[in-house]
């Protein structure tokens, strides 16, 4: 299991961070410029691109708002990710 994506079983889930990293690299603007854009700080940008931190309601309102998709979009990125992380985990623990 790595920090983006979980390869479990017959499923593979990324977390949203594995999404927009790969919208900062396609943007051509640096981690700090796209943060900005996106109504964030640098270091909340960073954050959530190590895939350290769930995808919150309100950064998932402002990549909807900059990039013209919908908020569901973004939170059903992180509820597929957190559901194959969940069922990993509790194997790992049985």
Do not use: C
Not at 12 to 17: D, G, I, K, R, Y
Request: glycine share 4%; no cysteine; charged share 25%.
């Amino acid at each position: 299991m790595s920090e983006n994506y979980i390869e479990f079983k017959d499923r593979v889930a990324f977390h949203p961070s594995y999404y927009v990293q790969e919208l900062v690299d396609e943007s051509g603007l640096t981690q700090e410029d796209f943060a900005r854009r996106l109504g964030t700080t640098p270091k909340n940008l960073s954050v959530l691109l190590k895939g350290n931190q769930s995808l919150s309601l309100d950064m998932a309102t402002k990549l909807s708002r900059m990039l013209g998709t919908t908020v569901t979009y973004w939170l059903k990125l992180q509820q597929a990710y957190d559901e194959v992380r969940a069922e990993y985990i509790s194997d790992q623990e049985l």
